[in-house]
């Protein structure tokens, strides 16, 4: 795994559209009209410029799996955090859903504890070589780096098949939320 470069932007977002693109959590702020997919690419480009600013982008050394962190603790509001917020509310969440956005990014706050982690927002492998270890391997990288950092990590999921996965990696739920879908909230120390 390495540091991704911001040049492999389109890659990372290419990698996390197919892998979360039936995701239920993120359908649930998205609108499902014709510009889903795109919208969905707005979210993830979203998600890479906050995870540079105030993270860690990750590739693996074969291009092929990438994972989005962000240290909660060294996120702070910047013209440019709020220009990323507006444009994310204008082109992939859209007015209708910013209730329901907000709400749900509210309860998410309210149940992560308030402690320095490292906080897994997206981890994806392309769809061709999925079940082959690679998210595996990347996965154990991020762990190991979060070992090194001194920082528990936390992270969500509703995709109910992932849970045994995460946890061989010794994640564990403390909590979970129905929203219009379940919502799994796991740690790992």
């Known amino acids: 795994m390495r540091q991704a470069m911001y040049e492999e932007k389109n890659l990372i977002i290419d990698i996390l559209t197919q892998s979360f693109e039936s995701n239920k959590s993120v359908n649930y702020i998205i609108p499902q009209d014709k510009k889903r997919i795109e919208r969905i690419r707005g979210l993830l480009d979203y998600s890479f410029e906050v995870c540079s600013l105030f993270g860690e982008v990750f590739i693996s050394d074969d291009n092929k799996a990438c994972a989005l962190i962000v240290y909660p603790d060294k996120k702070k509001t910047t013209l440019k ?13 859209g007015l209708k859903n910013i209730k329901k956005t907000l709400s749900r990014e509210a309860l998410i706050q309210k149940i992560q504890p308030k402690e320095t982690m490292t906080y897994l927002w997206f981890i994806g492998v392309n769809q061709a070589d999925q079940n082959k270890g690679i998210g595996s391997l990347l996965l154990q990288e991020i762990i190991n780096l979060s070992i090194q950092n001194k920082r528990p990590i936390y992270l969500e999921t509703s995709t109910v098949k992932n849970l045994p996965w995460y946890s061989k990696f010794g994640f564990k739920v403390y909590s979970e939320q129905d929203l219009s879908y379940h919502l799994y909230f796991l740690k790992r120390d």
Request: charged content about 25%.
């Open 81 to 93: 955090s709020i220009l990323l917020d507006i444009k994310l509310i204008i082109e992939c969440v």
